[in-house]
């Protein structure tokens, strides 16, 4: 992804109003850097849109998310509707929010992620902290998935009443499989899976015909980048860039997520950075 030339008065002034000043050392070698205003003013809060498509901010947040979490998520639950769908997003939101819900009773950890099948219709897989997933539990969110889809009023709208029942044992069938709910098996392997779908634009493009589609991804309170936070200045961030000789030396400005410093402990960069 090519960076965006700033000019260098630009750049100049950002680092004058907002400059950095605290630095977060995540594991795996990963820091934020948090620019705080020296002067609080409406014009540097953004106003919050209507969300259109995914944005590559977005994205990022997702990436660096999920490396940084000291939760670990060991199973995957897939959300898939039917040869018809619904084309709103604040439908499928509902829907989302209550398998949410159930899921926080159970008080599991988890993260969602929204993507479209190639026919157009919305996707959601969700993380989960179980590793064992018994056939008891893969019935229980399949019939549940099921009957949320059998009784909305969207599907009842469109379904014809010779096929409905159908249509509704076919669904059973499906979300019931161990495809739907299964463990990850690989090492890390939630992390690797919402990493290269958060590197990918495919399944991620909004359908022409699709409304309102919202966010794409949201998380439990509790899956949330685990670091040690530290006051610090621009200068001190650029010096250390320079010093290990980090590809982000040579930017304009210090982005907001720096990857994968190596072995760097968070004790190596408190005391390298953090001033005495």
């Not at 000043?21 to 609080?40: D, P, V």
């Not at 949320?148 to 249509?167: G, H, N, S, V």
């Not at 006051?231 to 040579?250: I, R």
Request: hydrophobic letters at 40%; aromatic letters at 12%.
């Amino acid at each position: 992804m090519q960076r965006r030339k700033m000019d260098k008065l630009d750049v100049q002034v950002v680092k004058e109003i907002y400059p950095i000043t605290k630095a977060i050392a995540y594991g795996a070698g990963n820091f934020e850097f948090i620019r705080t205003a020296k002067k609080r003013s409406t014009a540097l809060r953004p106003k919050r849109g209507t969300i259109m498509k995914l944005s590559k901010k977005s994205l990022i947040r997702l990436a660096f998310t999920m490396q940084c979490t000291a939760i670990e998520f060991g199973s995957m639950l897939t959300l898939t509707y039917p040869r018809i769908y619904p084309e709103n997003g604040e439908i499928v939101k509902k829907d989302i929010n209550l398998v949410t819900q159930k899921i926080r009773r159970l008080d599991w950890p988890y993260l969602w992620f929204l993507e479209f099948q190639n026919r157009g219709a919305p996707h959601i897989h969700i993380l989960l902290q179980p590793n064992v997933i018994t056939p008891r539990m893969r019935a229980e969110f399949g019939l549940f998935w099921t009957e949320r889809i059998a009784t909305a009023q969207w599907f009842l709208d469109r379904c014809e009443p010779e096929w409905y029942i159908k249509e509704v044992l076919k669904m059973a069938k499906f979300n019931c499989h161990e495809d739907t709910f299964q463990a990850i098996r690989e090492h890390d392997g939630a992390r690797k899976y919402a990493t290269k779908y958060a590197s990918k634009e495919k399944q991620k493009k909004v359908p022409a015909n699709y409304e309102a589609v919202g966010r794409f991804w949201g998380a439990s309170r509790d899956v949330k980048p685990d670091g040690l936070e530290f006051d610090v200045t621009e200068d001190d961030v650029e010096l250390w860039l320079t010093d290990h000789n980090h590809p982000a030396s040579a930017y304009e400005m210090v982005p907001r997520y720096i990857w994968g410093l190596g072995k760097l402990k968070r004790h190596d960069v408190t005391t390298s950075v953090a001033p005495n």
